[in-house]
Every structure is written in structure tokens, then in C-alpha cells.
């Protein structure tokens, strides 16, 4: 059984041999292929389309704007026996740091054993080794989430090395519910050995991932991705399909098209408490079969892992300012929300609401115009653990007039009374009421002065007749906004009943 993936060290092993002997290399199309290798089983289950979906510590390697995502530190790792006992090692380390953003740290390590290098059987052996030391931030930027990344490159055979920076950026972006598209470019930059520039596998990955369902205890991602080698112009396709039971279980899998490495793979995924093991099988053209194994800590969530934190937090103007809402996560026994919010020129977040609260929305009244706030909420399960934030950073913008709410009516012994839902005078002072006319359109204005109360009363009405009622909004300025669907009302029939 072969345990993973490409053999680039050791293609770079014999390329970097044959430069220092003044040859050429025509197998590899870069100096440091190496860094195609992407760790992770959970990214191998899915086909490598992960580019959109990356939520761990492994977005590091295909877009770093999915560390914005992470929210209580991580631990990753993964080490991989290639044939001709190649290694193959990643660790990488995340921390949240409240609202600056998400660092990041990786470490991959390629090496081989000593081997000859030149075709004098009596040449001493070499060995061959591709280090990388990643840094990356990432961050939300309202609908954004931005990642960038720096690599720092060490390779060597025997006495002979090379090195140098590269980079990678991405960005994710929710473009509608549930569907987000992503995109990022990596290994921009030169690495030099013996003092000339070699080629880098430079290369643009584009991602889509479908949220195709999201209720308690029931997740389903597919997700799809193209990724091209901007030196060879060669593409790459892959498609991949994640289900989640209760954030404890998942089944992967997953098609790698238009490469070498084209087929099939599966996978599976176990969460118990803060650690989440993951397992991957692709049977690829080049090496056969080949397994992987992940091992993910999500250090100090004391279980949260298992308590998914509410998911596209989106605010909508409402005629009392601004609506933040949001989708429930996949979880059986859910207490409530706990809404935070960090307010212009603070520091921490402070809680909104005293209790946990059942509704998927809540208003956010009395912002300053202009400024900015960041929101979070936190999903309570029935044990009274939160889980980590979402957040959401937003500016305050003047609120937009939408239809009035809750408007009804019943017939009294004093005529027919309307009522409607409460607003914020200071962003709705008032209201005005319309009769409809024959054609059920808004006719004739009822009230001189824009009505300041959430009820009227009307009396002096004929009997057995049917009245139709229109109700709008009026903003500080005096704008009307939209009217109500129109309120048909039949007097004295309510009575009667």
C-alpha cells in the first residue's frame, strides 16, 4: 500500500543534481513542484475543490481567506510515506485574535533518503530535502473575506541550495445565500539556485461552493473548482460533495478531471470533542491506491465543535435601521443566540441581549449613520454553551422605508379598529392610512396629520358594506414608502361573529 501522493522531491532531488552538472531537467515544469502537494485528507475526499468550501487549517494551502472562517485556535497535521521512502510532513497552526483577524503558521518538510546522484557508482550518496515556512492573516471584510500568504523557501541537495519568497492572496465572497465563490493566486515570487531564477509552479485556483443544505443536523456542501498552472497553461478540474450529520460525521467524495491525477476519491470525517480525524482514499493513475490520514485539534472550544455557531449573517435596512439576521446551525437542541456587538472606537465585544433569544433575527436600532460596528452571534445549546462568534462587520447606513408590518383590523362596538407593529419614531415618525378605491388601488388619504400611534379607530361607517385599507410609512424628511397589501375588512359581519 502506497501512502500519498505526487513524487516532486524527488523530481526535484534529480532536477537540482542535474543543474549543478549543467544539464537540463525536461520532467518537471517548475524547480519547485513541490509545493503542488496539497496536505489534508479532509481536501483529497473532496477532489482538491476546496478552494471555496476551506474552512480549517488546511485553506492555508488552497486560499487563505478561509482562515477568516476559523474561530477558536487550531492544530493540524499530516505526514505522508511516499514511494522510495519519500516524506512528506505538514503542521500548521491558526489563531483567532478577536477582531484583528486570523494568523496562521505552516511548516511542509519533502525529503528523501541518500542517494546517488550521478551515474559514478562510487559518488558519495546525497540527500535531497524542500522546506516551506508559511505566515498568513486573513480577515472579514463585510461580505469579504481577504487571506494572504507568505512562503519562505529553502531546498537542498547535498551542499548545493536555493531559496526565496513567494506568495499567495485569495478571496472568498458570498455572493448570494449559500453560494459563495472564491478565487486565489499562489506562488508569485522567484526562488534562485546557484544565483539563477527557477521557474515556480505558479497557479490560479477558482472555486464555487453550493450550501445546498443547511437545517439542524443535516449539512451538504458541493463544491467545484478549476485550478490552472500559469507556466504550462494546463488546467486541472475538481468536484467534490461534503455531508455533515449533527457537525459528528461526515462522507466525502470527490473527481480530479484533466490531470494525471484524474479519478475518483472518498472520504469520511470524525468529530469527538476538540479532535476531528479525517480519511481519504483516491485511487490516482500514477501511484495507484493511495490512503491518507488528518488529525485536527480545535484547541480550548471545550466541545464546541459540536455546537456549529449560526451560519450567513446578513443585515437588510428595516424602517427601524438595520436587520441583522441569520440562518440556524446544524445542531438537534438548540437554546437560543446570544448577539454581540462591538461598537465605534471599543475594543471588546458586549452582549445585546440579556438571554439567549429563539429568533433568527433581531433589529439593530439607534446606529450612528456612518460609523462602524461589528456583530456577532453565537449559537446556545441546551446545555448553556456557546459556541464560537459569527461575525459580521457592518456600517450603518440611513435606514430605507420598507412596508409596515403587522397591519390587521376587527370591527368594535365603536366601528373598526386598525392596527399595525411598532417603530422607531426617530426613523419612522409617522403613517399614512389610505381607503382603496374601485380598482383596489391606494385612494383617498384618511388623515390630515401623519398618524403617530400603531392604532386608529374608525367610526361613522356604513353598515354591510366592505371597506379596503392602505397602509405607508413616512420617513423624517417626509418620504412615503411602500404601501401595505391592501386590508379587506367587511362592516358589521366582524360584529356578528
Known sequence: MKLSAPIFPLGFALFLSLTALGQASPSLTSGADFLLASPGARPAGLGQAFTALGDDIHALQFNPAGLAQIQVPEIGYDRYQFVSDISYDFFGAVLPVNTIGVFALGFMDAGTPPFNSTPDPNAPLVSASDVAILT??????????????????VRQIGDVQGTGILGDVG???????????????????????????????????LGLDWKCLSVPSHNLDLAAEADEDLNS????????????????????????????????????????????????????????????????????????????????LQTNPSNDGTLLTWDPPSFIEIKGYTVYVKRPGTRAFVPLT????????????????????????????????????????????????????????????????????????EWVPGFNLYLADEDGNPGRKLNREPLTENQITLAKLKHNKTYGFFLTGISKDGQEGPPTAVLTIQYPDLLKK
Open 233 to 312: 497553461q494546463s488546467l486541472r478540474l475538481g468536484f467534490g460533495a461534503e455531508y455533515w450529520y449533527q457537525a459528528l460525521f461526515a462522507l466525502r467524495a470527490g473527481y480530479v478531471a484533466n490531470s494525471q491525477e484524474e479519478g475518483p476519491a472518498v472520504g469520511v470525517g470524525v468529530r469527538v470533542s476538540d479532535f476531528q480525524l479525517d480519511y481519504a482514499y483516491e485511487p490516482f493513475n500514477t501511484l495507484g491506491s493511495t490512503h491518507r490520514l488528518s488529525l485536527l485539534a480545535r484547541l480550548g472550544s471545550g466541545g464546541d465543535a459540536e455546537t456549529p455557531m449560526p451560519a450567513h
Open 354 to 425: 440579556a438571554h439567549p433569544i429563539n429568533d433568527t433575527s433581531v433589529d439593530l436600532k439607534h446606529l450612528k449613520i456612518g460609523l462602524d460596528y461589528e456583530f456577532g452571534v453565537a449559537t446556545v445549546n441546551s446545555s448553556g454553551v456557546e459556541s464560537p462568534m459569527n461575525r459580521l462587520a457592518v456600517i450603518a447606513q440611513e435606514p430605507v422605508l420598507s412596508v409596515p408590518t403587522g397591519f390587521k383590523g376587527e370591527v368594535t362596538n365603536k366601528g373598526i379598529q386598525l392596527t399595525w407593529d411598532e417603530v422607531d419614531p
Open 171 to 205: 478571496v472568498r465572497y458570498e455572493f448570494q445565500p449559500h453560494w459563495i465563490l472564491a478565487a486565489s493566486f499562489q506562488n508569485l515570487g522567484g526562488i534562485q539556485i546557484l544565483d539563477q531564477d527557477t521557474a515556480i509552479p505558479a497557479q490560479g485556483r
Open 136 to 153: 498568513a492573516y486573513a480577515r472579514a471584510v463585510g461580505p469579504f473575506q481577504l487571506g494572504g500568504t507568505l512562503k519562505f523557501i
